[in-house]
């Protein structure tokens, strides 16, 4: 079944009152946050996607595909279940190496090149990540930046997900907005859970939560994509920053004064 949308149809808060969003689609290409003070619902929205809600959680949500009931092996046989959810917690019960863990997952999926598909997916996670990603390393060993890269990769080049959910990548030290270019290269809908202000205005829309319940749908538009500019800006900065404390570099002025003299100037 090939997924042109999909259709979150609102249930209700946690005062019982229904969502004042009634509804919402995901087409395939969308970026799309989910954004809201802690506790407010963003993690249960993004559960009852990947769960195909059928009116059978707390929320009483449901979640169509291409206008019709998410057909049951799409819920039931994994092989066939559609979104890969990238969350904040990333346990692993092996400690294989990397390249073995991905060799593994792309022979499941009957990937035919296995050398070229494990390393177009290290190379993937490596443009994400702050320290790289070595195939010989054990995936216990790999940071939490680390992992969570690799597993957006993984999603992305052998899942092959038509839709991925991702809660706060920005927590992992990912480097969120070439993430965000990256992504943007694949016809997937990508949802992402999140508190910061620049995923959330280079999005297609965002839904507001509060109280449990979807309160409004906020479309991008010129003048906040030129904010998330100058955000992003901002962010280059603070990497080149981090990445210097990381090395064990003595830091100076000099550089963030250019920097910031070119932003005003």
Same mark, same amino acid.
């Given at each position: 079944?090939e997924?042109?949308?999909?259709?979150?149809?609102?249930?209700?808060?946690?005062? @019982?009152k229904?969502? /004042?969003?009634? %509804?919402?689609?995901?087409?395939?290409?969308?970026?799309? &946050?989910i !954004? #809201?003070? $802690?506790?407010?619902?963003?993690?249960?929205?993004?559960?009852?996607?990947?769960l195909?809600?059928n009116?059978?959680?707390?929320?009483?949500?449901?979640?169509?595909?291409?206008?019709?009931?998410?057909?049951?092996?799409?819920s039931?046989d994994?092989?066939?279940h559609?979104?890969?959810?990238?969350?904040?917690?990333?346990?692993?019960?092996?400690?294989?190496?990397? @390249?073995?863990?991905? /060799?593994?997952? %792309?022979?499941?999926?009957?990937?035919?090149?296995?050398? &070229?598909? !494990? #390393?177009? $997916?290290?190379?993937?996670?490596?443009?994400?990540?702050?320290?790289?990603?070595?195939?010989e390393t054990?995936?216990?060993?790999?940071?939490?930046?680390?992992?969570?890269?690799?597993?957006?990769?993984?999603?992305v080049?052998?899942?092959?997900?038509?839709?991925?959910?991702?809660?706060?990548?920005?927590?992992?030290?990912?480097?969120?907005?070439?993430?965000?270019?990256?992504?943007?290269?694949?016809?997937?809908?990508?949802?992402?859970?999140?508190?910061?202000?620049t995923?959330?205005?280079?999005?297609?829309?965002?839904?507001?939560?509060?109280?449990?319940?979807?309160?409004?749908?906020?479309?991008?538009?010129?003048?906040?994509?030129?904010?998330?500019?100058k955000?992003?800006?901002?962010?280059?900065?603070?990497?080149?920053?981090?990445?210097?404390?990381?090395?064990?570099?003595?830091?100076?002025?000099?550089y963030?004064?250019s920097?910031?003299?070119?932003?005003?100037?």
């Amino acid at each position: 079944m090939e997924i042109h949308k999909i259709t979150v149809q609102g249930g209700f808060g946690k005062d @019982g009152k229904s969502e /004042k969003v009634e %509804a919402f689609d995901l087409r395939m290409g969308d970026i799309v &946050s989910i !954004v #809201g003070p $802690t506790g407010c619902g963003k993690t249960t929205l993004i559960n009852d996607i990947e769960l195909f809600a059928n009116q059978n959680t707390p929320s009483r949500r449901r979640i169509l595909i291409n206008d019709e009931p998410v057909p049951d092996d799409f819920s039931f046989d994994p092989s066939r279940h559609p979104i890969a959810l990238i969350s904040q917690h990333t346990n692993f019960l092996s400690d294989l190496p990397v @390249g073995e863990f991905l /060799k593994i997952h %792309a022979t499941v999926r009957g990937a035919s090149n296995l050398e &070229s598909v !494990v #390393g177009e $997916t290290i190379g993937f996670a490596n443009e994400l990540t702050g320290e790289a990603i070595i195939r010989e390393t054990g995936m216990t060993e790999l940071s939490g930046g680390q992992t969570r890269s690799l597993l957006i990769a993984d999603a992305v080049i052998i899942g092959n997900s038509p839709i991925i959910l991702l809660d706060e990548i920005e927590n992992a030290g990912i480097h969120k907005t070439k993430a965000l270019e990256l992504l943007k290269n694949y016809r997937k809908i990508f949802v992402f859970v999140t508190h910061d202000p620049t995923i959330a205005l280079l999005s297609d829309f965002r839904i507001v939560m509060k109280n449990g319940a979807m309160q409004r749908v906020i479309q991008s538009n010129a003048e906040e994509v030129k904010t998330a500019t100058k955000l992003r800006e901002i962010d280059d900065i603070l990497l080149h920053y981090r990445g210097l404390v990381r090395s064990g570099a003595e830091l100076n002025e000099v550089y963030l004064e250019s920097k910031l003299e070119g932003m005003t100037g």
